[in-house]
């Protein structure tokens, strides 16, 4: 099933083109890699889909419906940098997750918390970046979502948290649901995903199965990527 579709979308920012006619559809049960340099169009084309920026073209679907109040019921979002900024603890965000979201599973936050070696009761002001990108990944991936959109989830935290980062993604979400992931850590990230999507100038230059792209190339993800993408 088709969970999510972005036909034919363009934005431009001060008549600089920042998408330029991208497509791509994510089935059901897929992870897939949406995978460029900084600055690329990753972040737009995710904002776009979570309705924080308007469409100038195109149109995106997710779950059947175009982008609005039904399709943020059924996608969790990451965002690329982190909005916990106040002086609550790690405690009282989760509460506050549970009663906005009806989806949030607050026993699997916290499991999700202990997890990262995160402690519940710690106030946000005391916190690292990469500590509170991981506390923000642990409620993303306790909801029961449909498709879980996840912007540079790996752009905080240290190389050696890089691993138990991958294992909690992608242990944590719901079987039949979809995850997009976007990085430039393309090495990194590549063990987990089924499908990539290239995107360089704001444009898809490649996008297909990760094993046939692979055998077809006689290449990892990460060296396609150098090549394609200069």
Do not use: C, W
């Not at 309705?51 to 969790?76: A, H, P, Q």
């Not at 990108?133 to 879980?148: D, F, G, I, P, T």
């Amino acid at each position: 099933m088709e969970l999510l579709s972005v036909k034919n979308i363009k934005k431009s920012f001060d008549d600089k083109v920042i998408i330029n006619d991208i497509s791509f559809t994510v089935e059901s049960g897929k992870i897939v890699g949406l995978l460029g340099k900084n600055g690329s169009g990753k972040t737009t084309i995710i904002k776009m889909i979570n309705d924080l920026l308007t469409l100038d073209e195109g149109e995106i679907l997710v779950n059947g419906s175009k982008i609005g109040v039904e399709s943020k019921k059924v996608i969790s979002y990451l965002p690329e940098r982190s909005y916990l900024e106040g002086s609550e603890r790690v405690i009282d965000i989760i509460k506050l997750f549970k009663d906005f979201y009806e989806d949030f599973d607050e026993q699997k936050a916290l499991f999700l918390l202990k997890d990262l070696d995160l402690d519940i009761n710690q106030k946000l002001p005391k916190m690292s970046k990469g500590m509170k990108e991981k506390v923000q990944l642990a409620l993303v991936m306790s909801r029961h979502a449909k498709l879980y959109v996840l912007d540079e989830p790996l752009g905080g935290v240290d190389p050696t948290s890089r691993e138990k980062i991958l294992k909690t993604i992608l242990s944590n979400f719901d079987e039949g649901a979809s995850l997009l992931i976007t990085t430039h850590l393309i090495a990194d990230v590549e063990k987990i995903l089924d499908e990539v999507i290239f995107i360089d100038g704001g444009k898809v230059i490649l996008a297909g199965e990760v094993e046939t792209l692979r055998e077809k190339e006689n290449a990892s993800i990460d060296e396609i990527f150098r090549r394609v993408i200069k």
